[in-house]
């Protein structure tokens, strides 16, 4: 057992070169009819993933109709053509495929799942889906009954009512502003016709982008995408614009009855597509990105026992950028652990970040990255995400370049740049002692 | 079906798998020479594996008095060890490009890394070094006992359903360990210290209670090689103790239970029964059960939907659940969630009339063939995921299971026939094992 202790030092010491990168081969495929995919082949086991993603998601709800595009989305899978909602059902268990929809603020996505053997029967179902989906009264409302309960359920939930209140304070009357599942009223007021327009303004091609892993080629991938979404109208409806951000530094307390406090907190974030972005998102990973290393981790959790997590994360959007963290500590040490967060905010921006933390990041960073491609499924919708963010087709190959070539420089002025300890307010729901909403 | 998983994991504190396993060919198993189990899953695809330690150590064994020492005791082994700071094997993971953690269930603690292929002896060397040789200050007891109680906040105390699940658990189970939550009743926790902690690793941590499960880019002879090597040198622990837990005495008697909290917006009806699991080399049963399950309450097909969602449209969700890898006696559940303006005595009538119904009908051949297809097919699309894989081997030797127990399952579920269910449902669906819960708004409070 002795000589063991030595072999850990050893190794710990020896083996910190960066492991190979998953090799993803991307070919982009355009169909006879002209649409375009990324295809990644792979024919080791009988099955194809297939992301679809429209740009726009419950942000392109009409003025009134708040929720109707997360209704229209749950109800996709309530029956299509001839079939009513249990044989559609019936024929999707049938061939064993799996069709998931989901409604994000910028995007709506369908992800598939089908076997080799009966594909075509597979994207015909999925062809009705999409182009002839039911919307049969009886579906509306029994699928409002399931979103009304879930919207019941979030006004008692503190951390959704955290989410909204902040949400409300950054964006305002924009889209961003409100919960994309709409609010009890507006739910209950939308009408079968609401739910036609909504399926009308989402799927159309000027917004679609499509993701395809495994087993299928690019013939037969081009024939399968004229077939699935040839017939989609070109345009869908107009994207808002730009949302203005408007965080207040300070504290505003909700009060809920319940044990333990849970905070979001804020301030103005970074856009994708800015050139400092590689260097905040390292300084993120290094402030509270998710790893126990993290120094929000170490300080709130590790060291002081405040809290079961606590994570910062950069919320890059399509209409606007704001920088956010979570938190969840016992109501008599909610305020000592806001405090905490507080100063760590503060050293990052005047202190930035030392070369060993620098070079802890970028390894993790680097080395983490090909951990993400371990499916057909989550490689179709990494891929998806990068036509939608407009990144190149080669973009894995040079991303952890990018990485890698952020200096301590880079993230230290961007850490002065960026970090607004004045500008950073907390969303506190619960009682915490000792805390208090701020003036306005 | 919009809410579908946030019901599913109202009733259910741990995951199951729907899908069965055929991979049968990816799988290797060995022992070493101090009893330590192995698990080898490969899928060459990409350059990452997945390196998992499960020890036969849960919540269940806990020692009385001490209910959640398993999972702090979990927390602990990330402080230092003889060779190793506090943090540092979690930030050497990390520097390596990979992500760790842990979790703690009734029957099983488990430690793993996901990392790029050629980092495995690393991972090795500071598993092995964590299973014997921790080294805790009286401040690493005071804080991790603070962040555990945190915990429990977060999972528990901040969320109605799950405490009226811990209520509806303690209820069930008379005299066995699995009434008693994982994370520890709150009075227990905060009396954890040290020698606790200790008592249970030297009891419990030891190869001969261990199973390595390695899925991913590895070769089966290479993980042999480097675990003889690293857990090899580990001497057995002689005195571990046989996992003989105190057993349920005959239930006699139907329960119920009322849980009312102002926090609660959406109030239902769960339903379970105390109902056998897995056993190795005799999961017939346990198939039943699974198929059962499915029939009633596997979606939006499921005769349960069928009835209070379609049909009478009294319940915005229905479902039955039943988790068959387990130690000892396990639960087959119901829940119904009611719609607006039903109660919930009409729900649990509802529930119980179309329960009654279905015996009578007896099983819808097309459905249960549609199922069987689905789970064929889910052993294709399995191997997609071999960690997934994995996970179900490491529970299944947690659980009593073997190897082959693993690889059998997805023929027997093939086999059972629609009598088997409906004779397995008069069997154990007992109103005498039963508890019922109501989740209630506590109106006087909530005004």
Same mark, same amino acid.
């Not at chain 1, 994708?272 to 050139?275: A, F, L, M, T, W």
């Not at chain 2, 002689?238 to 996992?243: H, K, S």
């Given at each position: 057992m002795m000589g063991f202790k030595h072999i850990v030092a050893a190794l710990v010491t020896c083996l910190f070169a960066l492991p190979a990168l998953a090799e993803v081969k991307i070919k982009e495929v355009t169909s006879p009819g002209g649409i375009t995919a990324w295809l990644v082949e792979d024919h080791s086991i009988p099955f194809t993933a297939l992301e679809l993603r429209f740009r726009g998601g419950t942000s392109l709800d009409a003025p009134g109709k708040r929720g109707a595009i997360y209704l229209m989305a749950g109800l996709l899978e309530e029956g299509a053509g001839d079939l009513m909602a249990q044989d559609y059902a019936k024929a999707l268990e049938a061939l064993a495929a799996s069709f998931s929809y989901d409604t994000g603020k910028d995007t709506t996505s369908i992800s598939a799942r089908f076997l080799s053997e009966n594909r075509d029967d597979a994207i015909a179902l999925l062809r009705d889906t999409i182009h002839?989906? @039911?919307?049969d009264q009886v579906a509306v409302d029994r699928v409002r009954g399931q979103v009304l309960s879930g919207l019941r359920s979030d006004a008692k939930d503190p951390n959704d009512i955290a989410g909204r209140a902040f949400a409300a304070m950054t964006y305002g009357d924009h889209p961003y502003g409100t919960d994309g599942k709409g609010t009890i009223d507006s739910v209950t007021a939308l009408t079968r016709q609401d739910i036609v327009d909504a399926h009308r303004s989402v799927f159309a091609r000027d917004q679609l982008y499509v993701g395809a892993v495994g087993d299928i080629n690019a013939e037969q991938l081009g024939a399968m995408l004229d077939t699935l979404l040839g017939d989609l109208p070109d345009t869908g409806a107009p994207i808002p614009g730009p949302a203005t951000v408007t965080i207040p530094g300070g504290v505003t307390v909700i009060d809920f009855d319940t044990p333990q406090s849970v905070a979001l907190f804020g301030q103005i974030g970074i856009d994708?597509?800015?050139?400092r972005f590689f260097a905040a998102y390292v300084m993120n990973q290094i402030l509270g990105g998710g790893s126990f290393e993290s120094r929000l981790m170490t300080e709130v @959790?590790?060291?002081?026992?405040?809290?079961?997590g606590v994570y910062s994360y950069l919320v890059p959007r399509d209409l606007a950028a704001i920088y956010m963290g979570s938190v969840a500590s016992a109501n008599d040490k909610m305020a000592q652990a806001v405090q905490v967060i507080r100063d760590e905010w503060n050293r990052m921006a005047t202190e930035g970040v030392t070369e060993k933390e620098l070079q802890d990041a970028k390894t993790y960073l680097t080395g983490a990255y090909p951990l993400r491609f371990d499916g057909n499924g989550p490689i179709a919708s990494i891929m998806v995400g990068m036509q939608v963010q407009g990144l190149p087709i080669d973009y894995i190959a040079t991303r952890n370049d990018k990485v890698n070539a952020v200096t301590l420089e880079d993230v230290n002025t961007l850490a002065a740049e960026l970090m607004d300890p004045d500008g950073l307010h907390f969303t506190v729901v619960g009682r915490p002692e000792g805390l208090e909403s701020s003036p306005e | 079906m919009i809410k579908r998983i946030a019901w599913a994991t109202a009733i259910l504190s741990t995951s199951w798998a729907t899908a069965a396993i055929a991979?049968?060919?990816l799988v290797s198993s060995f022992e070493l020479n101090n009893g330590m189990q192995i698990v080898v899953v490969e899928d060459h695809r990409a350059p990452v594996v997945q390196h998992m330690v499960w020890y036969r150590a849960g919540s269940a064994d806990e020692p009385k008095g001490q209910s959640g020492v398993a999972h702090y005791l979990e927390h602990l082994l990330f402080k230092a060890t003889d060779t190793l700071e506090a943090g540092e094997l979690s930030a050497t993971v990390a520097a390596n490009g990979g992500r760790d953690n842990a979790f703690t269930s009734h029957d099983y603690t488990v430690y793993f890394q996901r990392v790029a292929s050629d980092r495995l002896e690393l991972m090795m060397s500071m598993e092995s070094d964590r299973m014997v040789n921790i080294r805790l200050t009286e401040e690493n007891i005071v804080t991790e006992r603070e962040v555990i109680l945190e915990e429990r906040n977060q999972r528990t105390d901040n969320n109605p359903r799950a405490l009226f699940r811990e209520q509806s658990n303690a209820v069930q189970y008379h005299n066995h360990r699995y009434g008693v939550p994982i994370i520890g009743w709150r009075h227990e926790m905060e009396t954890l210290d040290m020698a606790d902690a200790l008592s249970f690793y030297g009891t419990y941590y030891a190869p001969n209670n261990a199973i390595l499960v390695v899925s991913g880019d590895v070769d089966p002879d290479e993980v042999k090689s480097l675990a003889e090597q690293y857990y090899g040198v580990i001497p057995a622990n *002689?005195?571990? *103790?046989?996992?003989l837990r105190t057993e349920e005495p005959p239930q006699t008697a139907a329960r119920r239970l009322t849980y009312k909290d102002a926090r609660v917006a959406q109030p239902y009806v769960q339903r379970s029964y105390l109902a056998p699991e897995r056993d190795s080399g005799s999961q017939e049963q346990a198939a039943a059960l699974f198929l059962l399950a499915e029939l009633l309450g596997g979606g939006t097909t499921s005769y349960l939907a069928n009835a209070l969602q379609f049909d009478q449209q009294t319940a915005v969700y229905t479902g039955a659940f039943y988790s068959g890898m387990s130690l000892d006696d396990t639960t087959f559940s119901f829940l119904v969630v009611p719609s607006e303006g039903v109660s919930l005595q009409e729900a649990e009538d509802a529930l119980d009339q179309t329960y009654a119904a279905f015996l009578e009908d007896g099983v819808d051949a097309e459905q249960l063939d549609r199922i069987k297809l689905q789970l064929r097919a889910s052993e294709i699309y399995a191997r997609d995921n071999v960690d997934g894989i994995a996970n179900r081997y490491g529970r299944a030797l947690t659980s009593g299971l073997t190897v082959e127990d693993v690889q059998a399952w997805p023929d027997i579920l093939q086999a059972v026939t629609a009598e088997q269910i409906i004779a397995t449902a008069k069997q154990v669906i007992q109103p005498e094992v039963s508890v019922t819960g109501w989740l209630m708004r506590d109106e006087e409070i909530t005004q």
């Open positions: 002839q989906p @039911r919307f994708r597509d800015d050139p @959790r590790e060291k002081r026992g405040l809290t079961y | 991979s049968d060919e *002689p005195d571990l *103790p046989q996992r």
